[in-house]
T-cell receptor, first 116, second 113 residues
Framework: DTAVSQTPKYLVTQMGNDKSIKCEQN?????MYWYKQDSKKFLKIMFS???????INETVPNRFSPKSPDKAHLNLHINSLELGDSAVYFC???????????????FGPGTRLTVL | KQEVTQIPAALSVPEGENLVLNCSFT??????LQWFRQDPGKGLTSLLL?????REQTSGRLNASLDKSSGRSTLYIAASQPGDSATYLC????????????FGEGTQLTVNP
């Protein structure tokens, strides 16, 4: 199946731990994103990479560090987890960036992170 | 700063009704607008993408319109079905923001059989 996939789907961990969420897309897209959906269901961009290069870096604590080993993967590493990090994290991808007509974004199923 | 608002926040209708979901945005300098559907506990499914130069897009029973100058979009769902029950999100891509999407808070739709 062609899709954006994320692992794990659920992640429950203690405060202070370090965790990673992985994202892979097999759509041949050049651009990948991380979004955070908070408890009020509001979605907000965190990061975006184009061909392994960081192009969007929103005001996110530096405990969050994205890593893109290749253009098909964008992982999210979170250090020293805090209660407020509990949310659903969505990965997305699109074919183009900037003034591109191929900018439709396709989303993964989400990772529900719960910090205890 | 771009702000996207969706009205109503929740909507409950009987099966078979035609309905309209509204989305407004404060900065009309957008490149495109995308409508998504999100089922409980699931990811987002892209429904329709409207480029800023377009006025509307249609897919099956869905029709989305865009009035860029007034900062508005509507999603029209014809002959609603219980399977249409979900949260509908609109998101805009601004001309100067690179690839990011700015989302509204969504309309939670319930179609009752």
């Amino acid at each position: 199946d062609t899709a954006v996939s994320q692992t794990p789907k659920y992640l429950v961990t203690q405060m202070g731990n370090d965790k990673s969420i992985k994202c892979e897309q097999n759509l041949g897209h050049d651009t990948m994103y991380w979004y955070k959906q908070d408890s009020k269901k509001f979605l907000k961009i965190m990061f975006s990479y184009n061909n392994k290069e960081l192009i969007i870096n929103e005001t996110v604590p530096n405990r969050f560090s994205p890593k893109s080993p290749d253009k098909a993967h964008l992982n999210l590493h979170i250090n020293s987890l805090e209660l407020g990090d509990s949310a659903v994290y969505f990965c997305a991808s699109s074919r183009g960036v900037w003034r591109s007509s191929y900018n439709e974004q396709f989303f993964g199923p989400g990772t529900r992170l719960t910090v205890l | 700063k771009q702000e996207v608002t969706q009205i109503p926040a929740a909507l409950s209708v009987p099966e078979g009704e035609n309905l309209v979901l509204n989305c407004s945005f404060t900065d009309s300098a957008i490149y495109n607008l995308q409508w998504f559907r999100q089922d409980p506990g699931k990811g987002l499914t892209s429904l329709l993408l409207i480029q800023s130069s377009q006025r509307e897009q249609t897919s099956g029973r869905l029709n989305a319109s865009l009035d860029k100058s007034s900062g508005r979009s509507t999603l029209y769902i014809a002959a609603s079905q219980p399977g249409d029950s979900a949260t509908y999100l609109c998101a805009v891509r601004e001309e100067t923001s690179g690839s990011r999407l700015t989302f509204g808070e969504g309309t939670q739709l319930t179609v009752n059989p």
